[in-house]
């Protein structure tokens, strides 16, 4: 007798296993995943990279724009005047050769200095440390947290890394 075919008991199993792993892997399919996080948190440091390798390349006129911005959802190179100083807008706009220097974020996020002090931007200088201004990174750092495990923290002498 040579039967070829399942028998009801491997059948429930392969049906119970199937439903083990629909239940664990459905929450993670319908929110942000880790994945997304990640992907914007190394993008914040590419940008934060990009900017203060310009302002370190840029030794000859200390009149340039090299500061990043943030926005609501945004974050970006500032657009530069004519004369050098650093505009309100953003350089790079949705759509644009330039979509390497924004960054979009899915959810809210902060940028914040040690005091907890909320950011509007970070400019760099010719040795690429953080200008000291209000509410700066130059004194001791700054933390721009894009979710609750996911922040890149900018050192005072302008070390750009994923926090700890």
Known sequence: MDN??????????????????????????NTTSDFTYISQRDQTISLLRNVQQRA????????????VSF???TLGLTAQNNDGTCATGLKAVAGNTDDYLLVELEDSYSAQNAA????????FNYLGQPIPN??????????ITISTDHSVCIESEGYVHVCP
């Open 4 to 29: 070829k075919g399942f028998t009801l008991i491997e059948l429930i199993v392969v049906l119970v296993l199937l439903s083990v792993l629909v239940v664990t892997i459905q929450p993670k399919i």
């Open 71 to 73: 926005n609501t959802s």
């Open 116 to 123: 907890g002090v909320a950011l509007s931007n970070i400019q």
């Open 134 to 143: 209000l509410g700066s990174c130059a004194t001791s750092g700054c933390v």
């Open 56 to 67: 370190m390349q840029n030794t000859q006129n200390s009149e340039t724009c090299h500061r």
